[in-house]
């Protein structure tokens, strides 16, 4: 088999591979779970013979050490997307942040606007035809490998073989380097049943529930929201998925039968993300499991795409939401917290559904009840992430808001009866003042 003989030539150590990127490059670095910590291990132990390489991902899981302190003169992070373990690299003007709606990342790949010189992938051994899969994550990595002027694998067994258009032959990778490593995990949060805040969550994932109907495709993220939510389905029927990614907590109601992906208006009987971030059951999960299909974020999250899925619901957070509906997810006032990721494509696109739902859920205050996140101007220098007119249901532990063709009067009620009742009082004190009632 020629493929074999390719790999083979192309089978080295770290510390050679890495040797091919040069000062001023531009890396490409697989995302999320799959970050291959090998070779980024290897990229800062060669800083010294380095300056001005620029590193470009959305939120990675754990190391990032090419923003820790002393780096400066040596890589510079641009993130699509702010991952915790670079935020502070982002508030201190050590790292750059783009604005980008995820299906649009691979836009900025194939039309040369951000160039990969190199990218440092994390992937499955490969099949019997040269294949490896992308495993936990395929999202814009694929699309970055296909302008890459070279490419390094970072090759795992414990990589799960997930599925779908998310596979890259051995003859495009440039260096292999074979490793034997634990894939990197995101465990659940933790919530404790008894404490007030888990009881906020249930009540805000009984709400979401309540707007779910059976035979509707489900969009999610991470977090307290989304598994509060995923607990309150469980007497469901026939729920489908198409996501941009998802974790644990769909493994649970496909077990059950309550995800059966059966009804679905597209890709039917298939699972449609293009990440997870999980731990290694829902990995297990994954391997080599065809009712699970992965593809890029540019299909994945293409609002048209994500329109012809019937009763589409997406389930959104938010930081805050002013008094008029507009949501604030990516800042808190001028300090860039995150990013526009996949909120605003799913937003968009699950309004355009057949019988869709867009939501945005929010715990109703913050900084343990000192903060109402309902507020009636959003802070000075925060972004507007979603805007007035994209916003359908906004959802606290206290009910939901529909906001959909509404007045700003109407919006205004809503929105106050939906807040903490502790900042009701001077969320209506402004509105008057306002004029917005």
Known sequence: MYWLQKYKKSLTDVETAMQVVASGDHVYVHPGCAVPEVLIRQLIDRKDELTNVTIHHILTVGEAGYVG????????????????????????????????????????????IIPVDVALIHVSPPDEHGF??????????????????????????RMPRALGDCFIHV?????????????????????????PEYEVYQKI??????????????????????DAALRSMEGKRHLGIHTEMFSDGVVKLFEMGVITNERKSLHPGKMVASFVLGQR????????????????????????????????????SALSVDLTGQVCADSLGPR?????????????????????KPIIALP???????????VPF????????????????????????????KTIRERVTQLIQIAHPKFRDELRAVARKNRYI
């Open 281 to 316: 059951p829902l990995y297990d999960f994954l391997d080599n499991n065809p009712v699970v299909e992965f593809h890029p974020s540019h299909y994945v999250n293409d609002p048209f795409i994500i329109s012809q899925n019937r009763k589409m619901v997406a389930i959104n």
């Open 336 to 356: 860039f917290y995150s990013g526009f990721g996949g909120q605003v494509d799913f937003i968009r696109g699950s309004a355009r559904s057949e019988g869709g």
């Open 132 to 157: 490896c899969s992308f495993g936990v994550g395929v999202e814009m990595t694929k699309p970055a490998c296909e302008v890459a002027k070279t490419i390094i694998a970072q090759v795992n067994p």
């Open 205 to 226: 994932g009984a709400y979401i529930a309540d707007l779910v109907d059976d035979e509707s495709t489900l969009q999610m993220g991470i977090g307290a929201i989304p």
């Open 378 to 405: 959003l802070a000075v220098g925060s972004g507007v992430t979603t805007t007035r007119a994209d916003v359908h249901y906004i959802v606290t532990e206290y009910g939901i808001a529909s906001l959909f063709g």
């Open 69 to 112: 302190k002393g780096m400066e003169s040596h890589f510079r992070h641009n993130a699509l997307f702010i991952g915790g373990n670079v935020r502070k690299a982002v508030h201190e003007g050590k790292a750059d942040v783009t604005m980008v709606h995820l299906h649009q990342i691979a836009s900025l790949f194939y039309r040369g």
């Open 171 to 195: 003859n495009k990778i440039s260096h292999v380097v074979e490793v034997d490593v634990p894939v990197k995990e995101l465990p659940q949060v933790d919530e404790d049943p008894g404490s």
């Open 364 to 374: 109703s205050t913050a900084k343990n009840g000192e903060v109402s996140r309902i």
